[in-house]
């Protein structure tokens, strides 16, 4: 008797959680809705940015954050999908 092999891709590798990593529902300002708010390293993988450009980002005003009250910074991942979805965008049109 065959059995099907079914292959899994893995799109979820990057969100491999370690401890500094952290994921909170939190009101967003700018979004005017409640959103998951992540911890820079999370946020980097969402974006598929490095840091230090997800940091440009929030300067920009492109991307928002909030600071919980134990004084961690953490970014709105709404709007940093919208800065992946634009980064993929423009790799489609590139091509
Ligand atoms: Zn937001």
């Not at 893995?10 to 992540?38: P, T, Y």
């Not at 390293?41 to 940015?49: K, T």
């Not at 004084?71 to 091509?95: I, P, V, Y």
């Amino acid at each position: 008797m065959k059995k099907k092999a079914t292959i899994t891709v893995e799109r979820e590798r990057l969100f491999v959680l370690s401890r500094s990593d952290r994921v909170v529902d939190h009101w967003c300002h700018k979004c005017q809705a409640n959103v998951k708010m992540i911890s820079i390293d999370l946020a980097a993988a969402l974006a598929g940015l490095n840091q230090r450009t997800v940091f440009q980002l929030v300067e920009a005003g492109k991307v928002h954050f909030v600071e919980m009250s134990e004084g961690q910074t953490l970014f709105c991942s709404n709007s940093l999908a919208e800065k992946a979805q634009q980064s993929n965008r423009f790799d489609a049109e590139s091509s």
